[in-house]
């Protein structure tokens, strides 16, 4: 199983600490770029079931492209 645990920075080591002394947890941290992709892909993620159940609307592709 996999966890991503939001930490104050001031509290963060001491709990790497703890996780690295339990032999069966692999623990290392994200970097902000990282922690930023993967919450932007949860996002994108949840809009996509919005979407597919009929409680969000897509935007149009063209629309979107026109955008970038």
């Not at 930490?7 to 709990?15: T, V």
């Not at 941290?29 to 892909?41: D, N, R, W, Y």
Request: a negative charge; glycine letters at 2%.
């Amino acid at each position: 199983m996999k966890v991503l645990l939001d930490i104050p920075d001031d509290k963060a080591s001491s709990l790497m600490d703890v996780l690295k002394s339990i032999s069966y947890v692999k623990a290392k941290p994200l970097t902000e770029v990282k922690a930023l992709l993967m919450e932007e892909i949860r996002e994108a993620v949840e809009e996509m079931k919005l979407i597919r159940a009929g409680k969000a609307k897509a935007r149009n592709a063209e629309d979107f492209l026109n955008e970038l």
